[in-house]
């Protein structure tokens, strides 16, 4: 819409190879190709895997055509589309805004899936997660245009990873803020916390070579890398996180008891939880 081609390009092609990982991801983890299928014989507003796997479908839908459209500009236009040629050029517009009608969602919904499990940390941490995971997914958007696009196109993704770092920073420290203590220990201990606490460093500095150098080719760059690489550490240390608590009774007994006396100082003693009947 603004006229930045290379910055078009780049960002379907990164976001169908992103997109493709993730499918090949998510069937790995379900063990048989065909039971994606079978989830989408439902869809269950209830359940954020069924939810997640009609957003990931639409999503992929959309930048699928679009990227179709620039390899088939890329190679010129020989791909064997025949009459689908002209379908292809009329809907990849329509086709693109329909990705980013998704793209939100997309990025947000491991984050509830991570939340609604009974892993402490995870649970602990289910308000805020989706805002740390969607910052997240703005860092390595814009990380990836800033190393793969000129700077004289790439002014929508330098102020994307403003944005986004403002929002990983601060949905981090208002997630731990408003987490129980135990339960966000996890965050700042053993190989999750080294990978958060390099996050952090990584999206500042990104943040600052992209505010204050983003219109030079080589600075630029470098920020994207760091932006990306503070995607991918953020995303890997609350999995970490995760795993850590999981392993460690203390991290579900102790928040469930602190849960307890709160009710309890709060004149909550006639139910099920304050009287264990």
Not at 160 to 181: F, N, Q, T
Not at 210 to 217: A, C, F, H, I, K
Request: net charge positive; hydrophobic share 50%; with cysteine.
């Amino acid at each position: 819409m603004t006229g930045r081609p290379t910055l078009r390009r780049n960002a379907r092609l990164g976001a169908l190879a992103a997109v493709s990982a993730g499918a090949v991801a998510l069937v790995k983890d379900l063990g048989r190709p065909e039971r994606f299928l079978h989830m989408l014989r439902t869809f269950k507003v209830t359940s954020p895997m069924s939810v997640g796997s009609w957003i990931l479908s639409a999503f992929s839908a959309g930048a699928g055509v679009a990227a179709v459209a620039e390899i088939d500009r890329m190679t010129g236009s020989r791909l064997p589309l025949g009459p689908l040629r002209k379908v292809l050029q009329a809907v990849e517009g329509p086709a693109g805004v329909e990705a980013a009608v998704f793209a939100g969602p997309l990025a947000a919904y491991t984050a509830v899936l991570l939340g609604d499990t009974a892993t402490p940390t995870w649970n602990a941490a289910h308000e805020e997660l989706p805002f740390v995971f969607v910052s997240s997914a703005c860092l390595a958007s814009a990380g990836l245009a800033m190393v793969t696009t000129p700077v004289r196109e790439t002014g929508p993704a330098r102020k994307l990873a403003v944005l986004g770092v403002l929002g990983d920073v601060a949905a981090m420290k208002v997630m731990e803020y408003r987490m129980d203590p135990i339960a966000a220990e996890p965050l700042h201990q053993g190989k999750a916390g080294a990978m958060l606490k390099w996050s952090e460093r990584l999206a500042v500095a990104g943040g600052l070579g992209t505010l204050l150098g983003g219109r030079n080719r080589v600075v630029a760059a470098a920020s994207g890398v760091a932006l990306l690489a503070a995607s991918a550490l953020t995303r890997f240390g609350v999995f970490e996180a995760g795993l850590a608590s999981a392993r460690d009774p203390r991290y579900t007994i102790e928040p469930q008891k602190n849960r307890l006396a709160a009710r309890r100082a709060a004149g909550v003693t006639d139910d099920a939880i304050t009287t264990g009947s």
